[in-house]
């Protein structure tokens, strides 16, 4: 038996051929770009993504070989909407979560609601990026649009749709809409009501992994897929990753290392105290039943490798080219042991969780005629590990704690990186096989639907593997921690100064 995982990312897609052992057979990818074309804007051509998506379907199946793939699930991004008529077109562009239109939205909803009542039934606060914000920012920008759709959808539901499911929305992207009453489990009256937006406008929601039906036979055929092939709801991208990294019980926490830096961890029941709110934690269904899931979000991660890279590297960018590697791969091959000479803020677009500060700027402190670039290089890396350690001392005190970690994305392709991760978390972290964490993870909510496994817990078990651990060097593990104490006084020290810049 074989299973396709889809990843739907804001930049794009990924389509994976699973064998039964979580072994890659066959996969493909397509990228696609936004429309930004007015201020804290971000539109995106929904029909361009499915058409690209069909596309690295078949690439991968054909790659693959496989005759017998029983199903098909769906890791999305979150927080994107999309007004379809009954055939799943697309009336009007994506509206996705970063754009930032809605602030307005999200402001009349915590002045009508009261922001932490809403987060106690949600589980998310009012804020721009989620999608009920996004709702009634489209009924504002086109009226016609909204009265004429059939629904509303995620990436999700859109493209299982497309594929020839049900209109079903599963309960992780539910429950990040800010619309999903997640005690009743099912859509929330007083949200719509204050609004009077109808609960109608959604798909129905329904656990991940249940069955939403069957492919369309002509698109079968054209991927070379059998027409028992089952669709199943799969889950927002961070939940799915977390399966495909084993977090299925608490305790675990997986860093995903991108353009942004998430750490997201299981819980065993919902987490919805002023504590989690004031720190801009959301608190929403996982993709594992019965469990609730939270993460950290710093919005400069990654990223923040590509500015140095751009700014200040251009030595070793002519170096990687003649070597024909990338810059970031001279990273670990030429930053300095031991801790760097000077401290740097990553705070360039603003702070993220707890804080979420939007005045806060980046800095670099200590400075002299001795220090280099690759000082800075490393202070880099430190300084997004510090904000990492900020964030698991603020989810410790929500009474959540992460005792091991797992990495998976892009960032975990660099052992100096993760290195400073455990001496500076003072935690073991463990690197994956399989680094498609995301795709892994709804095929494996494909596979479970399908009879391949009993439980989830089962298909984990069987599939998901680590390639290396990286443990605390307990003499640096100590002098981090005493120079995290200074890292904190960053932010409380600039903080005056930064809105006066």
Same mark, same amino acid.
């Given at each position: 038996?074989?299973?396709?995982?889809?990843?739907?990312?804001?930049?794009?897609?990924?389509?994976?051929?699973?064998?039964?052992?979580?072994?890659?057979?066959?996969?493909?990818?397509?990228?696609?770009?936004?429309?930004?074309?007015?201020?804290?804007?971000?539109?995106?051509?929904?029909?361009?993504?499915?058409?690209?998506?069909?596309?690295?379907?078949?690439?991968?199946?054909?790659?693959?070989?496989?005759?017998?793939?029983?199903?098909?699930?769906?890791?999305?991004?979150?927080?994107?909407?999309?007004?379809?008529?009954?055939?799943?077109?697309?009336?009007?562009?994506?509206?996705?979560?970063?754009?930032?239109?809605?602030?307005?939205?999200?402001?009349?909803? !915590?002045?009508?609601?009261?922001?932490?009542?809403?987060?106690?039934?949600?589980?998310?606060?009012?804020?721009?990026?989620?999608?009920?914000?996004?709702?009634?920012?489209?009924? !504002?920008?086109?009226? *016609?649009?909204?009265?004429?759709?059939?629904?509303?959808?995620?990436?999700?539901?859109?493209?299982?749709? *497309?594929?020839?499911?049900?209109?079903?929305?599963?309960?992780?992207?539910?429950?990040?809409?800010?619309?999903?009453?997640?005690?009743?489990?099912?859509?929330?009256?007083?949200?719509?009501?204050?609004?009077?937006?109808?609960?109608?406008?959604?798909?129905?929601?329904?656990?991940?992994?249940?069955?939403?039906?069957?492919?369309?036979?002509?698109?079968?055929?054209?991927?070379?897929?059998?027409?028992?092939?089952?669709?199943?709801?799969?889950?927002?991208?961070?939940?799915?990753?977390?399966?495909?990294?084993?977090?299925?019980?608490?305790?675990?926490?997986?860093?995903?290392?991108?353009?942004?830096?998430?750490?997201?961890?299981?819980?065993?029941?919902?987490?919805?105290?002023?504590?989690?709110?004031?720190?801009?934690?959301?608190?929403?269904?996982?993709?594992?039943?019965?469990?609730?899931?939270?993460?950290?979000?710093?919005?400069?991660?990654?990223?923040?490798?590509?500015?140095?890279?751009?700014?200040?590297?251009?030595?070793?960018?002519?170096?990687?080219?003649?070597?024909?590697? !990338?810059?970031?791969?001279?990273?670990?091959?030429?930053?300095?042991?031991?801790?760097?000479?000077?401290?740097?803020?990553?705070?360039?677009?603003?702070?993220?969780?707890?804080?979420?500060?939007?005045?806060?700027?980046?800095?670099?402190?200590?400075?002299?005629?001795?220090?280099?670039?690759?000082?800075?290089?490393?202070?880099?890396?430190?300084?997004?590990?510090?904000?990492?350690?900020?964030?698991?001392?603020?989810?410790?005190?929500?009474?959540?704690?992460?005792?091991?970690?797992?990495?998976?994305?892009?960032?975990?392709?660099?052992?100096?990186?993760?290195?400073?991760?455990?001496?500076?978390?003072?935690?073991?972290?463990?690197?994956?096989?399989?680094?498609?964490?995301?795709?892994?993870?709804?095929?494996?909510?494909?596979?479970?639907?399908?009879?391949?496994?009993?439980?989830?817990?089962?298909?984990?078990?069987?599939?998901?593997?680590?390639?290396? !651990?990286?443990?605390?060097?307990?003499?640096?593990?100590?002098?981090?921690?005493?120079?995290?104490?200074?890292?904190?006084?960053?932010?409380?020290?600039?903080?005056?100064?930064?809105?006066?810049?």
């Amino acid at each position: 038996m074989h299973l396709i995982g889809l990843d739907i990312g804001t930049t794009s897609c990924k389509a994976i051929v699973f064998d039964a052992d979580g072994r890659m057979r066959g996969q493909a990818c397509r990228e696609y770009g936004m429309v930004c074309d007015a201020p804290v804007k971000a539109e995106q051509d929904a029909e361009a993504v499915w058409s690209l998506t069909r596309e690295a379907l078949g690439e991968a199946v054909t790659q693959s070989g496989a005759k017998d793939v029983a199903a098909l699930s769906v890791s999305a991004q979150g927080d994107a909407i999309i007004p379809v008529d009954a055939d799943f077109r697309a009336l009007h562009p994506a509206i996705l979560g970063m754009d930032y239109r809605s602030e307005p939205h999200a402001r009349r909803c !915590e002045e009508r609601l009261d922001g932490f009542t809403v987060f106690r039934r949600t589980g998310m606060r009012p804020h721009p990026m989620n999608s009920f914000c996004k709702v009634l920012l489209l009924r !504002e920008l086109s009226p *016609k649009t909204f009265d004429s759709a059939a629904r509303i959808v995620t990436y999700a539901d859109f493209i299982l749709g *497309k594929l020839g499911g049900e209109a079903m929305i599963d309960h992780t992207m539910a429950s990040r809409t800010m619309a999903f009453d997640s005690h009743a489990m099912a859509w929330d009256g007083l949200v719509h009501q204050a609004f009077g937006v109808n609960p109608a406008i959604w798909s129905r929601p329904v656990p991940s992994g249940t069955v939403a039906g069957k492919i369309r036979p002509a698109l079968a055929e054209d991927l070379g897929l059998t027409q028992d092939l089952l669709l199943v709801t799969g889950g927002h991208d961070q939940t799915c990753a977390a399966i495909g990294a084993g977090a299925i019980r608490e305790s675990l926490g997986v860093i995903s290392t991108g353009t942004a830096e998430v750490l997201s961890t299981a819980l065993p029941r919902p987490v919805l105290s002023k504590l989690m709110y004031d720190s801009y934690y959301p608190c929403y269904l996982h993709a594992r039943p019965g469990m609730h899931f939270t993460f950290s979000l710093n919005h400069i991660g990654g990223i923040l490798l590509k500015w140095w890279r751009d700014n200040l590297a251009a030595v070793e960018t002519a170096d990687a080219a003649a070597r024909g590697t !990338e810059a970031y791969a001279l990273i670990d091959e030429r930053m300095p042991d031991g801790l760097a000479p000077v401290l740097f803020l990553p705070h360039l677009n603003g702070s993220g969780t707890p804080l979420c500060d939007l005045q806060s700027k980046g800095a670099i402190v200590g400075l002299t005629m001795e220090t280099t670039r690759h000082d800075i290089a490393k202070a880099i890396l430190e300084g997004l590990c510090f904000e990492l350690r900020t964030n698991v001392q603020m989810l410790t005190s929500c009474g959540i704690a992460i005792n091991e970690l797992v990495a998976v994305g892009g960032g975990a392709k660099s052992g100096r990186w993760l290195q400073l991760k455990a001496d500076i978390l003072n935690r073991p972290l463990r690197v994956l096989s399989c680094r498609e964490a995301a795709c892994l993870g709804a095929a494996l909510l494909a596979g479970t639907a399908a009879g391949a496994w009993s439980t989830l817990e089962e298909a984990v078990a069987q599939t998901v593997k680590y390639e290396r !651990e990286f443990v605390p060097a307990p003499g640096r593990a100590a002098d981090y921690a005493e120079r995290f104490s200074v890292y904190q006084q960053l932010h409380p020290a600039l903080q005056t100064l930064n809105p006066r810049l």
